[in-house]
């Protein structure tokens, strides 16, 4: 039988969600209906041959992290053709012309002397972790075994290059291969570590680290978050989480990431109510009818400033599983409509915030507790 969390939040879905739930189409099918929003990013952001550019940057720079979101919605969208110009671009400018032998470099741009190329060749983790998902999902919901293959390879080079033995942890992921270890302090970045892909890759690599990395990434919103606020980074020194050396104990649009992780989490996992308990802040904020702050200290729990529409969009996911309908029903309708963003474009992270929270919030996916995507029928 169900109990009352689970009513109150099966109503809110009911609530929240105005459009019709989408189907998953085969590639034979007719094509799915367009989603507006996610239009209005591919009209002012993209490039004809799929590279994802952030215009509100002088470099006009391509990031591996854009790129791997891009890919991601391609995917929910059932777009094929779209997600094969994606992954072609970022295979032929980050990686060398393959990802199962080069994770991607994050920065690609304008350089000073006007030549386009890559400008930063580490790669960054998040990215690493989407791409590779989108990649395997891509291979069982379209049935193309080379795109596992790509990410089979991705995965492996993750293991080998940004997956760390913390002494008294045990696994936890780098931001990315080289910068991240500050004398004794090893940084983290806790919005790099959604849950419900750490499930997939669990299920598909049964020797790997993914679960015991789910159950650290647990404890490390747990012990960086005293206020219920989740920082932008994190450190590991001696045997705790501790805060940032560099960036210092702030939570702000890394951070609001890591709400709509945990909102999209399925109910079914076995850390969705321990990491909802430990993100507590913007639901005591919420509830006492303050917006959200854009710019948190995490020791004091105070803030100030109020985030864009894609930060306000993206504690859509958190809200809905924390059951509180007023509150979510209130903050979507308070977010401009796809046409009304058109106007604000190009504003590529707010967008892309706005397509997790919105999306997500419109049925357009759920994730099983075992990570796998469930594009809506």
């Not at 045990?170 to 991240?180: H, I, R």
């Given at each position: ?12 879905l ?6 019709p739930?989408?189907?998953?189409r ?43 979101y ?28 393959d ?7 994050w ?13 930063d060749?580490n ?19 379209w ?21 760390v033995?913390?002494?008294g942890?045990g696994?936890m992921l ?9 004398g004794d ?9 959604p849950?419900?892909?750490l ?10 680290p ?7 990434s647990?404890?490390?919103?747990q ?9 932008d980074?994190?450190a590991?020194?001696g ?9 210092g ?17 399925s ?15 913007p639901?005591q904020?919420?509830?006492?009818g ?9 020791r004091?729990?105070?803030?100030q400033?109020?985030?864009n ?29 796809a ?9 590529y992270y ?6 997790f ?21």
């Amino acid at each position: 039988m169900a109990n009352s969390a689970d009513l109150r939040r099966r109503r809110l879905l009911q609530a929240v969600a105005t459009l019709p739930l989408l189907g998953w189409r085969s590639a034979l099918a007719a094509p799915a209906p367009r989603w507006p929003a996610w239009q209005v990013l591919l009209d002012s952001s993209l490039s004809r041959d799929g590279r994802m550019i952030d215009r509100s940057q002088d470099d006009q720079r391509s990031t591996s992290e854009g790129q791997s979101y891009a890919l991601f919605f391609a995917l929910v969208d059932n777009d094929q053709a779209l997600f094969d110009r994606i992954l072609g671009w970022t295979q032929d400018n980050l990686a060398e012309g393959d990802m199962g032998k080069r994770l991607p470099a994050w920065l690609w741009g304008r350089d000073d002397a006007g030549a386009w190329r890559v400008l930063d060749d580490n790669p960054a983790s998040d990215s690493d972790l989407w791409l590779a998902y989108a990649l395997l999902e891509g291979a069982r919901l379209w049935r193309r075994p080379s795109l596992k293959a790509i990410a089979e390879g991705m995965l492996a080079q993750v293991r080998a290059r940004e997956i760390v033995d913390l002494p008294g942890l045990g696994p936890m992921l780098l931001p990315g291969p080289q910068g991240f270890i500050e004398g004794d302090a090893t940084r983290v970045n806790p919005s790099y570590l959604p849950l419900p892909l750490l499930r997939r890759f669990a299920a598909e690599d049964r020797s790997g680290p993914w679960q015991a990395l789910a159950r650290n990434s647990v404890q490390l919103l747990q012990q960086s978050s005293p206020h219920g606020f989740a920082p932008d980074w994190a450190a590991w020194k001696g045997d705790r989480f501790v805060v940032d050396p560099v960036r210092g104990a702030v939570g702000s649009y890394d951070a609001i990431r890591c709400y709509t992780w945990a909102g999209m989490t399925s109910p079914h996992d076995p850390l969705f109510r321990t990491q909802l308990a430990a993100l507590s802040g913007p639901l005591q904020r919420l509830r006492s009818g303050a917006p959200m702050w854009e710019k948190i200290d995490t020791r004091s729990g105070q803030g100030q400033g109020e985030g864009n529409y894609g930060f306000r969009a993206a504690l859509l996911p958190y809200l809905i599983a924390q059951g509180v309908a007023e509150h979510a029903q209130s903050l979507r309708a308070s977010l401009p409509s796809a046409e009304q963003q058109r106007a604000d474009a190009p504003a590529y992270y707010s967008q892309m915030l706005a397509l997790f929270g919105l999306g997500w919030a419109e049925g357009r996916w759920r994730f099983a507790a075992d990570g796998r995507l469930q594009p809506k029928r």
